[in-house]
């Protein structure tokens, strides 16, 4: 069984919309190009673990909603900072989500 790519794109496109970003920022956010966002969200490309992680947390959804649509329970932990980045502005939150990007890279080695 071939997995629905057409069906996480548009999740991240309907993500994108609700929270008012264009795609070129999105992309910024991501660190990703502006055609390969295009691609995963027309379910033309698939993506990477790191680039499903970095649009989730740009996002502010988690990787299972991206992938399956669903809501997961999360721990206390994850759901606090979601709404910490909640109450965040735009720019706010691309220093937060850059700031944490380096976090995970340092304590990742």
């Known amino acids: 069984m071939e997995y629905p ?4 794109g548009k999740r991240i496109w309907q993500l994108r919309k ?7 920022r999105l992309a910024e956010m991501a660190d990703i190009s502006v055609q ?8 033309r490309k698939n993506m990477t673990v ?3 992680r970095k649009l989730a947390s740009s996002l ?3 990787t299972d909603y991206i992938v399956n649509g669903e ?6 932990t994850e ?7 909640k109450s965040l502005s735009s720019e706010q939150q691309m220093y937060a989500s850059k700031l944490l ?7 990742e080695k």
């Open 5 to 8: 790519y057409a069906e996480t």
């Open 18 to 24: 609700k929270q008012g970003l264009t795609r070129e």
């Open 36 to 43: 390969f966002l295009a691609d995963i969200e027309k379910g």
């Open 50 to 52: 790191t680039t499903l």
């Open 60 to 62: 502010l959804v988690t």
């Open 71 to 76: 809501n997961s329970q999360g721990s206390e």
């Open 79 to 85: 759901k606090e900072l979601i709404e910490l980045c």
């Open 101 to 107: 990007r380096i976090f995970i890279e340092a304590t």
